[in-house]
């Protein structure tokens, strides 16, 4: 695959991570975050270690594996998965089309897991906002990552969405490299996992047959990602209730405390399941709408998978009745598990300035928890 056109969106090759990751090997940080991932080793032993890697399949399976691992170890009760074996059978690339909830996490869990398959690794789409500080896009674009333009004009955009949708629709087709890409840009900050109509036409634009085979083209397989305790959940609802009146501007070093959060924080249990691939029928259900119609449809298709594959934990069922004053899953937890959840709620709503409004705060808090169980409701109205 020649990526003379995809140079500056495409991962860095074996020999540009070489060099970047001689780069991050002497920056000061390298020695505190040795000391989280390596604790037995002398402090410098992950400058030196990378200064000796030169591959990108190196770097994931002896840093960023031990990394995320590391995090799993850490953060997690306990990490679940199911699905993988769809793609052990599958016999081409695919498009992993998953909700998005932690910057980091969501992607890198895929990764991993699909190590323990010893299935290939994909290509990550990411957003170019994560890029600000050198040494994240050094690391992150050796490792397999794609980078997404934001914050351009439109028609900037236009033309950046068709070098995307082009570079993707040829990693797939030409057998390189499967892809990740979250269903919507940013994280899902509501709790209300859906497919963003844009995502799916960028997609289509590169295709050059007709609209049935630039979907099947892409062998779009759903994934859904499910955390007992949100990351950055008090972040996510300080954001919606600043954005309820006036425009949210990010601070500079936002999103890398985001990740550092996202990290850090406690989350329970997770569970990462592999759903489906879109199916030729549902593809030539959609073809026979109208122009934005067929969109629409598949868009359906994408998020009825995510959803149904949802794992339901304590900590959404509380929050429902929280929120609607009742005991509708009450079977599903215990007067002690309530209190507990109580307890961290209000310890989450005092990380916030204090001039914030609390009660609102805590109902867009809830409702964050609370999203999961009522769209998982709907799906089963079927609506």
């Known amino acids: 695959m020649d990526l003379t056109e995809f140079s500056d969106i495409a991962p860095y090759t074996d020999e540009e991570a070489s060099a970047a990751l001689t780069r991050v090997s002497n920056h000061p940080n390298t020695k505190w975050v040795s000391k989280f991932i390596f604790p037995d080793k002398p402090e410098g032993f992950l400058g030196e270690l990378l200064r000796s890697i030169h591959t ?45 909830r932690d910057i980091i996490l969501d992607p890198a869990l895929t990764q991993i897991t699909l190590q323990r398959f010893h299935l290939p690794e994909t290509q990550i789409c990411v957003g170019d906002n994560l890029l600000k500080v050198k040494s994240v896009e050094l690391l992150l674009r050796s490792n397999r990552m794609i980078k997404v333009i934001r914050g351009i004009s439109a028609r900037e955009l236009y033309l950046s969405s068709q070098l995307l949708s082009r570079y993707i629709r040829e990693t797939i087709t030409s057998g390189t490299a499967s892809v990740w890409i979250a269903q919507r840009q940013g994280r899902t900050k509501d709790g209300l996992d859906t497919t963003e109509q844009g995502l799916l036409k960028m997609l289509d634009m590169s295709g050059k047959g007709d609209f049935v085979q630039n979907f099947m083209d892409l062998n779009i397989i759903p994934m859904s990602i499910s955390y007992e305790y949100e990351p950055c959940d008090i972040m996510k609802a300080r954001e919606l209730l600043i954005s309820r009146t006036q425009k949210y501007v990010k601070g500079e070093t936002e999103d890398l405390e985001s990740i550092m959060m996202g ?20 593809i030539k259900e959609a073809a026979n709408c109208d122009k934005n119609d067929r969109y629409q449809l598949i868009r359906h298709v994408v998020d009825r998978r995510i959803i149904g594959g949802y794992k339901l ?71």
Do not use: C
């Not at 840093?63 to 691992?69: D, E, G, L, R, T």
């Not at 081409?92 to 998005?100: C, G, P, V």
């Not at 929120?323 to 310890?347: C, H, M, P, R």
């Open 56 to 100: 990108v399949d190196d770097f994931q399976g002896i840093v960023m594996n031990k990394a995320i691992n590391w995090i799993v170890d850490t953060s997690m009760k306990e990490y679940t998965f199911e699905g993988f074996d769809k793609l052990k059978t599958m016999d081409r690339k695919y498009l992993a089309m998953s909700n998005h």
């Open 263 to 282: 990290i850090k924080q406690y989350k329970g249990r997770v569970h990462l399941n592999v759903l489906d691939p879109l199916t030729e029928e549902e």
């Open 313 to 383: 934990w304590k900590t959404n069922y509380m929050a429902y009745d929280l929120v609607n004053g009742g005991k509708k899953y009450a079977d599903q937890y215990t007067t002690e598990d309530l209190e507990t959840f109580k307890s961290y709620i209000a310890q989450r709503l005092l990380m916030v300035e204090p001039s914030l409004n609390k009660h609102e705060l805590k109902d867009i808090f809830l409702h964050i928890y609370s999203n999961p169980v009522l769209s998982k409701e709907q799906l089963t109205d079927g609506q």
